[in-house]
């Protein structure tokens, strides 16, 4: 690991100033000097491996006091962004009225690391692609613009089959960042300029011509609490995975729906494991509006989120496993009991 | 391993007769005794060493660190407690598993620096006196183990794993202990060691 100077921040004011510093010479976000640090389970490793090289450490675990707090109310949820994710996992009115959010937290990464790490770094993490990961492969777009991509005619398995560019193919590796997006949830964003807030949507940006580029972002911004309108009870988040438990996705579904009277009122469709970004399938939500469930219906959905996928050599059994885990996600949420 | 006898501290250790066994010579490194002033600003200069106290198993520790020591690395490198494991060093197999405000984490992934004010409980801390931790007790019983090399953190894990309660059944156990990786695959025991001191550590 290359030196570093650590810095506590003292309040977010602190945080932002130490973090901006330079901000213009500090873009991209992901090549920024100063870094900060939250439970640091995507950013000492990706140090450790010579991946992220950051000058300035700034820990902002002392914003944790007026940043942390888990708020289901009467017309909505507010999370804040260094709420720990194995806590928003166990709170009871998150499991009750936000299954979809506890599950995708609970199914993700170990029982340690869900008590370091935070919502906001959790959304905010690296891809697992290997190419990336391993400094060794000089190939890598995302880590050295314009070098290329070792993971086009490489081992990619485990690589996207949405969103995808020439440039890049490495998977959005997060769970919770699919309810969140599911949910159609907002992001509080606080910087020099105070606090500004965003669709959830717009935080991740597809690789494009520029893969180092991965959110909206700045340096000198921080995420500090991501909010919900409305309660969905009947939500639900599948991962298939190589291993029964503590593994990425090979590919998940978030699923919310309002249904009254067998009829669905309200669709809401997101995918995991499979795609460059949180992925919203709008496609198959659209199906979905003014339906009655059955079957066929899940066949038709699942076809259409997985309509413009495009396989590479290694990954394409992605899309066949996408569309039933999109179709088996369906018939949980419709069937559960609520 | 399952006899009984040979949980008794018996004095001898196996790191220093190792390292005499090689020839090198472990330098104790002296912690500096001044007073540490919370509010002090921290070092400017990233070549320069910070300057730690650490709560570990009760006691405050004063050391003088690269700010880029893990606690894992303090824990074994400058406090000479080496019963937390260094697997991975990446958070992949939770070897290194030690318990921070009561909560289990992966200390590879810690910075010390970032760990000053916090009660960081490891292996050595579980024991009181010449009474081993229920748990403890329960791999041994068990035959929890047969290299040894991931059982602190599996010890440490399986704690928490109980008092978050998350040890109610099989599922659960396996489930919430999939964070601690076995090279030797001793799951089946290592489920019923923590099914065995549950109850135990509940009763408090």
């Known amino acids: 690991m290359r030196p570093f100077l650590y810095q506590r921040a003292s309040d977010s004011n602190m945080a932002v100033q130490a973090l901006g510093a330079a901000a213009a010479a500090n873009n991209p976000l992901t090549k920024a000097t100063a870094q900060p640090l939250a439970g640091g389970t995507t950013l000492i490793d990706l140090m450790k491996l010579d991946v992220m090289r950051p000058a300035t450490i700034v820990d902002i675990n002392p914003l944790a006091r007026a940043w942390s707090a888990i708020e289901p109310g009467s017309d ?16 009871a009115e998150i499991q009750r009225s ?12 170990s029982a340690q690391l869900r008590n370091m790490a935070t919502l906001g770094g959790n959304v905010m993490q690296r891809t697992r692609c290997n190419y990336f990961r391993d400094v060794s492969y000089e190939n890598c777009n995302k880590r050295n613009p314009g070098s290329g991509c070792a993971a086009m005619d490489g081992v990619n398995r485990m690589h996207a089959v949405l969103g995808t560019s020439d440039q890049c193919i490495a998977t959005y590796p997060g769970d919770f960042a699919q309810a969140l997006i599911a949910l159609d949830a907002t992001v509080e964003i606080t910087g020099k300029a ?8 717009q ?3 597809a690789p494009g011509d520029t893969p180092e580029i991965e959110t909206t972002l700045q340096p000198g911004e921080l995420i500090s609490a991501f909010s919900i309108s409305g309660r969905w009870p009947r939500s639900v988040y599948l991962k298939a995975r190589d291993r029964q438990s503590y593994e990425f996705a090979l590919s998940s579904a978030a699923i919310a729906l309002d249904v009254q009277d067998g009829t669905i009122r309200n669709a809401r469709v997101a995918l995991g494991g499979v795609a460059t970004v949180p992925w919203r399938a709008r496609e198959a939500e659209a199906l979905l509006k003014g339906q009655k469930f059955d079957e066929a219906l899940g066949q038709r959905v699942a076809e259409a989120a997985f309509a413009d996928a495009r396989g590479r050599r290694h990954n394409s059994f992605k899309i066949a496993l996408g569309k039933r885990v999109v179709a088996r996600a369906l018939q949980q949420a419709v069937t559960m009991e609520i | 391993m399952s006899d009984k006898s040979s949980s008794r501290p018996s004095g001898f250790d196996r790191r220093a007769f190792m390292a005499g066994a090689t020839g090198s010579v472990l330098v104790p490194m002296t912690a500096r005794a001044a007073a540490q002033d919370a509010n002090a600003p921290l070092a400017q200069d990233p070549s320069l060493p910070v300057e730690v106290t650490l709560r570990v198993n009760g006691e405050d520790k004063h050391l ?6 893990t606690v894992l690395d303090a824990l074994r490198e400058h406090l000479k407690l080496t019963g937390s494991k260094k697997g991975c060093d990446h958070g992949q197999c939770g070897a290194c598993t030690v ?11 810690t910075l010390a620096v970032a760990a000053e004010g916090q009660e960081i409980t490891t292996i050595e801390g579980l024991a009181t006196d010449d009474r081993l931790h229920p748990m403890q007790q329960a791999f041994i019983d068990n035959d929890a183990f047969q290299c040894g090399y991931c059982t602190p953190g599996q010890i440490m894990s399986a704690v928490a794993c109980v008092k978050e309660g998350h040890a109610g059944n099989e599922a659960d156990i396996r489930e919430y202990m999939s964070g601690n990786i076995c090279r030797c695959a001793a799951y089946p025991n290592i489920v019923a060691a923590v099914k065995q001191a549950a109850p135990e550590i509940m009763k408090g």
């Open chain 1, 98 to 109: 936000y299954p979809v959010i506890a599950d995708s937290l609970k199914l993700a990464a």
């Open chain 1, 194 to 201: 105070g606090t500004r807030t965003m669709p959830f949507a």
């Open chain 2, 99 to 109: 318990l921070i405000d009561d909560r289990r984490v992966v200390s590879c992934l």
């Open chain 1, 76 to 91: 909505g949820l507010r999370l804040g962004a260094l709420a720990k994710m194995s806590d928003v996992a166990a709170h």
């Open chain 2, 64 to 69: 003088s660190l690269d700010a880029r020591t």
């Open chain 1, 203 to 205: 935080l991740h940006k």
